[in-house]
């Protein structure tokens, strides 16, 4: 297979999917619309689940886990929520296959093994977790309730892509309970910050927190916050979301509590998740035609270092350099790989490193021994220099943190400039079809308006952003008043 | 909710359900055989996951995804393994659910969502796997390949209990290929090191490492080594396997290499995995009648301080010194709470952190401060002595190391008195209804026997050990010859 990509500017779709292959990220199954995780995607993937478990916990959670199953009779209970999801669900019917006796050495489903009750396959798990809950809370005192689960989960998308929109997908799913609206409200906020804090510091994805319009919102929801960021082709990406969630689910599995005047109320509700398509939204943000463009923060390995040599006595003296400087690094906390594989040459090895992403790459040859130098590779400038070894762990490790910031700055450089504010409808089609990215529009706030603009454009409104300023203006699209911007965008 | 356990002699079963739910571990969820996973609990898992995922990856492991379901055609691709897992997998035949026209506001499977092919929801994932490695492996270059997963898993049991059988329950498998049937062999041999030695040092659980018979090895396996271990009412517990799989899976699904000679040929494979059921066997060895007793390397808290007082002034004062120690004894890596809650009397922390098994309790009390001491419990013990402020860092470093040698030593000792070496089945048969534990006896190799000593007593052989010594003998039951001792029990 060669290792060249097709050009974003070609195609930024077929680049995206041969990247992820390529990458050794992610592959398409033999399950319909479900992905298999290769190593190396599974690696950045840990630590993204690292950093927002430590988040997490931080900020007074715990870890539990739910059942994968939902029985139909729950599933249907918060009637908004099944209506969302009932459309694209697995559904468990049976517990048993038998031999087909119709087909030898083949395998049917038992006709006798089918469940009273069918089961399904949780989309998300409001419904069982509260359902849970009912038990778990009588009194203010269990009050908050604070809970994250990692799991996967399952929506029977009919279009898939790599992370981006896959049947099953892993995410993390935070169930919150409260005594008072303002405080869930509160909660939903921190959360939403939390998911910006670390798309932003640790992703070095530059992100818009906002709410979501009502037809947007997640199903069940009484606010959904969010966090957007820009993809290169000037598309949308939800990163995130955090919902307050009111007392709907307290009210359709009952669950009540006496407050501190002794007095029975509905539980106040959040829940949120991100899921494995952030790594869509990394690979869309810093990739180029090379390949992957890894913030350090995510790098499995942070730096490589290759041996370039002829004979077997070069290569040892070449070694016995690279094994000090891996030395050196990891005391650092520097993730480091030598790769030393005799079945590659240097540069094969080169062309999988940038392939990948790893941020900074070390050659070493004979040269570089006598200088007392290694020759080092930027790979998200793809710039090289030659340096000093005398210091080179202290040189990278301020390289490091040079590139981290250098591809935040460059990101969001790129999504500034991406956002356009646009007065007419006229501006509003053209600003999508030429520069696209976000548009900054007035816009009536009906449902109604939000809708003909889709249609119209297939631009949707991403999120009324936070810091959106007090403005006075006219919608867009019907000339009906409006109070401030909104953004729109294409979206994934 | 009393908070009084059942006692082990009254009824062990009883005593090891109510200890799950009321030391806040687990308990049952509304689907049926799955549990759900409580924070406590779960807290107790991340630790034995980190633990275990660390030693996974420094002997060269690395983790990826697979997806959760297995189509139907590959589900019975390699027949033994298909036959042992088809009578209890779990079956998604639709994919979307309905209004139902007969009942207004219930939800039923859409007719027109049917499945072309049912997806088996994973009960072991080695065919999705190999019919994945497949298109990853080409040559010898390609090997060793050395993944793991973490993941849930659904068998349809029809008797579960709380960890130790469930329908859902969470574990990890490894799943690797190979070049030479020595290589996978030495692979499978080493991660059954690894998990004896994870049971040994870290949840303070001795094990016996052996091979299982024939009939009981995994479906698909060629030979099933695994660590067994002993409960407090003498009836073993298979804590985890690891499985050669010799070259069934890559003949079920095609799986060939290129050798370095250029030759093709099928891979060899192994398979391993843990789960949740380390939970119950963590619980059954270590725990007493007045809860959870918790080795301090697996212990969410190794440490709780109680603040004991009577007004405001003496609280701050209290919590003055308590502060110190948490600082002092986090500087240390000791993970310690400091429970202030005003919601609890002293007496009721006590009993929690009892129940909780958290292995140290200190208490500070007025005459405490006066005195420039604390009052410390053991929980292992369940002995209490008054200790000096000053160095009482050093002192719960050390006791904790002790306190993690203690369990393990009680443990083992418990185990080794309970192997009777025996040479009749009259014998045999009182061994198992009056001292019970392991029973070392003579065996004639045969199914049959195995089978008819079971039927007979309830007893399977849990394992032939590897540290058996050869010892010529004649079959407890038949009277035929036999080269060495086996090791039965009844089991979980």
């Given at each position: 297979m060669s290792k060249k990509l097709t050009s974003r500017a070609d195609d930024y779709s077929k680049w995206y999917n041969e990247l992820v292959v390529k990458a050794d990220l992610a592959e398409n199954s033999a399950v319909r619309g479900c992905m298999v995780i290769k190593p190396y995607g599974y690696a950045i993937w840990e630590k993204m689940q690292a950093e927002l478990d430590r988040m997490f916990k931080e900020t007074g959670h715990q870890n539990a886990y739910f059942p994968l199953f939902v029985p139909k009779s729950l599933f249907e209970a918060e009637e908004k929520n099944a209506e969302g999801f009932a459309k694209e669900c697995a559904v468990v019917t049976h517990y048993r296959l038998q031999n087909d006796p119709d087909k030898p050495g083949k395998l049917r489903v038992d006709?006798?093994?089918?469940?009273?009750e069918e089961l399904v396959?949780?989309?998300?798990s409001e419904a069982i977790i509260w359902n849970t809950y009912r038990n778990w809370?009588?009194?203010?005192?269990?009050?908050?309730?604070l809970i994250n689960q990692w799991a996967n989960v399952v929506r029977w998308e009919m279009r898939t892509r790599l992370f981006l929109r896959t049947a099953e997908f892993l995410w993390q799913e935070g169930h919150t309970a409260h005594a008072t609206k303002e405080e869930a409200l509160k909660e939903t906020k921190l959360i939403n910050n939390v998911y910006a804090t670390f798309a932003e510091n640790f992703m070095a994805i530059p992100v818009i927190q906002g709410v979501k319009t009502e037809s947007e919102r997640f199903a069940g929801a009484e606010e959904t916050y969010c966090i957007e960021a820009l993809m290169q082709d000037g598309k949308a990406l939800q990163a995130g979301t955090s919902h307050f969630l009111g007392q709907n689910f307290a009210k359709a599995f009952d669950v009540k509590f006496a407050n501190k005047e002794g007095q029975q109320d509905y539980v106040w509700a959040t829940s949120w998740g991100v899921s494995t398509r952030l790594m869509g939204a990394l690979i869309m943000t810093h990739s180029d035609d090379q390949g992957l463009v890894l913030p350090p923060n995510l790098a499995p390995n942070q730096v490589v270092i290759v041996p370039i040599y002829k004979n077997e006595e070069q290569f040892e003296a070449i070694s016995e350099v690279a094994n000090g400087i891996v030395q050196k690094l990891r005391a650092k906390g520097i993730s480091v790989k030598?790769?030393?594989?005799?079945?590659?040459r240097p540069g094969a090895k080169f062309a999988q490193h940038e392939l990948q992403g790893v941020p900074l790459r070390i050659a070493i040859g004979p040269k570089d021994l006598e200088n007392e130098t290694v020759e080092l590779a930027r790979r998200d400038t793809l710039t090289k220099s030659s340096v000093a070894l005398d210091g080179l762990e202290d040189h990278i490790q301020s390289l490091l943190k040079e590139i981290q910031e250098a591809i935040f700055k460059k990101a969001l450089d790129f999504r500034d400039t991406h956002i356009t504010k646009v007065e007419t409808f006229e501006e509003f089609k053209t600003v999508l079809e030429t520069k696209t990215g976000f548009v900054s529009a007035h816009w009536d706030g009906t449902n109604e308006t939000e809708e003909k603009i889709k249609d119209l454009t297939k631009a949707t409104i991403r999120c009324i952003p936070l810091d959106q300023e007090p403005e006075e203006g006219v919608c867009v699209y019907s000339g009906k008043p409006s109070k401030g911007r909104v953004l729109f965008a294409k979206a994934y």
């Open positions: 006709p006798e093994a089918k469940l009273e396959v949780r989309p998300t809370i009588q009194s203010y005192r269990d009050l908050p309730l030598y790769d030393d594989r005799d079945t590659q």
